[in-house]
């Protein structure tokens, strides 16, 4: 059972990715992970922000930072199905968007970023990078 904040927000935003209709296999942080032969699948982390307190009594600290998720693609395969899965997965986490967890309310707070695409020697990267924010 996860207790700290960080932890609760991290598997907030997972299952939210997980949970997702027709979602690719996913790279878990620190996870064995074979890639699919076809070599499209996602890759996620969390990036906590540095915490801040809101008040002078710090009891109430504001918790930021992104997740970052990338379609991974076979290069060579063109580019636009790629972004059309990397906007699916911005639509998943639309500016506004509340997931509720533990206690938390986990706010998305700033239209997710489709950045421009990384071509390796296999695969082709699009990133997503979706702001979060925690009031506690």
């Given at each position: 059972?996860?207790?700290?904040?960080?932890?609760?927000?991290?598997?907030?935003?997972?299952?939210?990715?997980?949970?997702?209709p027709g979602v690719l296999p996913i790279a878990?942080?620190?996870?064995?992970?074979?890639?699919?032969?076809d070599q499209r699948y996602l890759?996620?982390?969390?990036?906590?922000g540095q915490p801040e307190g809101i008040d002078l009594s710090g009891r109430h600290i504001r918790r930021g930072g992104m997740l970052q998720v990338s379609v991974c693609w076979p290069a060579g395969a063109?580019?636009?199905?790629?972004?059309?899965?990397?906007?699916?997965?911005?639509?998943?986490?639309?500016?506004?968007t509340i997931i509720e967890r533990g206690g938390l309310r986990i706010r998305i707070s700033r239209p997710p970023r489709i950045a421009g695409e990384l071509?390796?020697?296999?695969?082709?990267?699009?990133?997503?990078?979706?702001?979060?924010?925690?009031?506690?």
């Open positions: 059972m996860a207790n700290h904040p960080e932890t609760i927000i991290g598997l907030a935003l997972f299952d939210r990715l997980r949970t997702m878990w942080p620190n996870v064995p992970f074979t890639p699919p032969d890759r996620v982390y969390v990036l906590p063109g580019i636009t199905a790629p972004r059309e899965v990397a906007g699916a997965i911005a639509d998943r986490f639309a500016l506004g071509i390796e020697d296999v695969v082709v990267q699009v990133p997503i990078t979706a702001h979060y924010d925690v009031l506690s």
